[in-house]
């Protein structure tokens, strides 16, 4: 066999299984669905003060709390721009709610 020939094959063949397992990568994250919602009662959640609702953050109990602060303008959130509940880096596994809050905030630049 030519070696060009044979090594065109092999990378074929990867491309292949490289789509195939891509695939089945996919179809798992689609089975295992979305990531489940931070309750504001979860001892993490509590010991960060979370707020699904920034609206209810009591301003004198929490002095660092300036209105406009809200999940979707901090640094920590990820996922999808616009999406209702997106990941944050300090829930991990969790969803937060764009509206929230929690002590931790830090504005996105
Ligand atoms: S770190 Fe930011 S995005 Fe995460 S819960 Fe706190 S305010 Fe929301």
Not at 18 to 38: V, Y
Not at 90 to 96: A, M, N, Q, S, T
Request: hydrophobic share 40%.
């Amino acid at each position: 066999m030519n070696p060009i020939n044979s090594r065109r094959e092999v990378l074929i063949s990867l491309t292949s299984v490289a789509a195939m397992l891509a695939g089945a990568a996919a179809r798992a994250a689609d089975k295992a669905g979305p990531l489940p919602r931070l309750k504001p009662t979860e001892p993490l959640a509590m010991a960060l003060s979370y707020f699904e609702d920034a609206g209810k953050v009591d301003a004198k109990k929490f002095p660092t709390y300036k209105p406009g602060q809200l999940c979707s303008n901090c640094l920590q959130l990820t996922g999808k721009a616009g999406d209702e509940w997106r990941p944050c880096n300090l829930f991990p596994g969790k969803l937060v709610h764009a509206n929230g809050w929690c002590k931790v905030y830090v504005k996105k630049p």
